[in-house]
């Protein structure tokens, strides 16, 4: 009886996680493939730049859009604008550690770890507001 219980808190819990984490599109078609054309080239940091243009862009239409929602729990408008600014801080400070690699390989990783964090902001925005609205 407890390895029922055990198990059905793991399917309450994780499976619709799993679902949402699956339908969450990461990187842009456009940046795959041009991933996939310059492998290997240093000019690879210019996918990232792209993508991540791309990326900031959706941030900020999320903010756009929900610039005045609420929260159930007071009332009070969700400054959205403000928790970006200081996660982006964050991520600023978090991969400048790749640089500490050297080269060429350090940008590159440095400029990834944006590129992943600012699309972990993105997907926690939409999850966010997702659970807001119901």
């Known amino acids: 009886m407890i390895i029922n219980k055990k198990v059905a808190v793991f399917f309450l819990v994780f499976v619709p996680f799993l679902s949402v984490a699956k339908s969450i599109d990461k990187y842009s078609d456009s940046y795959s493939?041009?991933?996939y054309d310059i492998k290997n080239h240093p000019v690879a940091t210019d996918c990232i730049s792209a993508e991540l243009l791309k990326q900031e862009y959706m941030i900020n239409e999320i903010i756009l859009k929900n610039k005045d929602i609420t929260s159930p729990e007071d009332g009070e408008i969700i400054d959205l604008k403000s928790f970006v600014d200081s996660q982006k801080k964050s991520v600023n400070d978090k991969c400048s550690l790749w640089r500490k690699t050297g080269g060429?390989?350090?940008?590159?990783l440095e400029n990834q770890c944006v590129l992943d964090e600012t699309i972990s902001i993105k997907n926690f925005l939409n999850n966010f507001i997702s659970s807001i609205e119901g």
Do not use: D, S, T, W
Request: some cysteine; hydrophobic content about 40%.
């Open 104 to 108: 060429q390989n350090g940008i590159l």
């Open 33 to 35: 493939k041009c991933a």
